[in-house]
């Protein structure tokens, strides 16, 4: 990948749907294509049969279940019927675009409609997830309200039964592991009990955990080592003990939403949060390493592929690896 210096020389050379099937199948199965229904694969046993004419064209057929897929089936462009060279800019846009890309933006760059658009951003985000991460080490959590002031709003918008100090914004815990990575969880409450269950999942039990001085500290961080600084009295971190980057992050995921999308919704929230994470996560990398990775992770979690695997056969595991496996990423 690291040939290309653009997105106008990566779709030089993909100019075909039959090059582009080529790109998304090297990702899906580096070790040769896989049946997502039975996970049988060449080396395995029977074969499987690419058909590369006639109606069937671009699709395969499994020689021990029958089961006919693509590329495409169980992933985050299954039942699409978007080109895939579409697919992969929009792919490339949506990932690299530092504040994140409007539908509508990403509508005119692609030539599709605006709807289309705003599905295939959905599909997109819904490929990371951080659902698995646990940060570890020194992590420094805070919390951010997202959302519109009340007073800017439209009447018809204002929020019925407004909670003064926060309107209707999302409330959100945000993690932050020193030279990892981040996590962002929105969480309704105000008590620890309410962000418990978060902190439980993502933050690892030996961690050192920084937060400012908020009421909900008090108890502790579910017996973790914990320090606070204070910020009411104009201590922004004494020593090494500060949340400034996590706040950092803050200021940037505020920039990415308000600047770009507008509208995010309560139940959209995670996704937009896991894509900024992945973003964020891989700030050091170039645009084209961030595309491979992003496409390793195709193979991964965020397809479903537990809902169509008719065997449950985890022995197919290995050729699904997730983000973060030590499998070579050819960048
Ligand atoms: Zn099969």
């Known amino acids: 990948m690291a040939k290309y210096q653009s997105i106008h020389e990566l ?8 090059k582009c099937l080529d790109w998304f199948i090297q990702y899906r199965w580096p070790s040769g294509v896989v049946c997502p229904r ?3 694969h060449h080396e395995k046993g029977k074969k499987i049969y690419h058909f590369t004419r006639g109606t069937m064209k671009g699709t395969f057929k499994c020689g021990a279940c029958n089961f006919k897929f693509s590329v495409r089936s169980n992933t985050f462009m299954e039942n699409s019927q978007i080109p895939l060279s579409k697919w992969m800019m929009a792919i490339y846009f949506v990932i690299n675009h530092k504040r994140g ?5 990403l509508a005119r760059n692609i030539g599709i409609t605006q709807k289309s658009a705003w599905f295939m951003i959905q599909r997109i985000f819904n490929i990371v997830n951080s659902d698995d991460d646990v940060l570890s080490g020194t992590v420094e ?4 309200y997202i959302g519109g ?3 800017n709003k ?15 914004k999302i409330s959100v815990l945000g993690m932050l592991e020193r030279g990892g990575k981040i996590v962002l969880r929105p969480y309704e409450g105000k008590q620890y009990k309410h962000l418990s269950p978060i902190i439980e999942n993502h933050i690892a039990s030996d961690a050192t955990v920084y937060t400012d001085e908020s009421v909900l500290y008090r108890g502790g961080v579910g017996g973790r080592t914990h320090d606070t600084v204070n910020h009411n009295q104009g201590i922004y971190g004494r020593g090494d003990i500060t949340t400034n980057r996590i706040e950092g992050m803050f200021s940037q995921l505020k920039r990415m939403i308000l600047g770009t999308h507008v509208f995010v919704t309560r139940g959209h929230f995670k996704q937009y949060a896991d894509m900024f994470s992945f973003r964020m996560d891989t700030r050091e990398l170039t645009e084209f390493q961030r595309l491979a990775l992003l496409m390793v992770q195709v193979n991964g979690s965020r397809i479903k592929y537990d809902d169509v695997s008719c065997h449950g056969n985890p022995g197919t595991n290995k050729w699904f690896p997730k983000y973060g496996s030590k499998r070579k990423i050819v960048l």
């Open 101 to 105: 890309i409007s539908s509508y933006q």
């Open 141 to 144: 959590m805070d919390e951010v």
């Open 149 to 151: 002031a009340e007073k």
């Open 154 to 168: 439209r009447p018809d918008r204002k929020t019925m039964n407004q909670n003064k100090i926060l309107g209707d």
């Open 38 to 40: 039975c996970g049988n």
């Open 11 to 18: 779709m030089r050379e993909y100019d075909t749907e039959e």
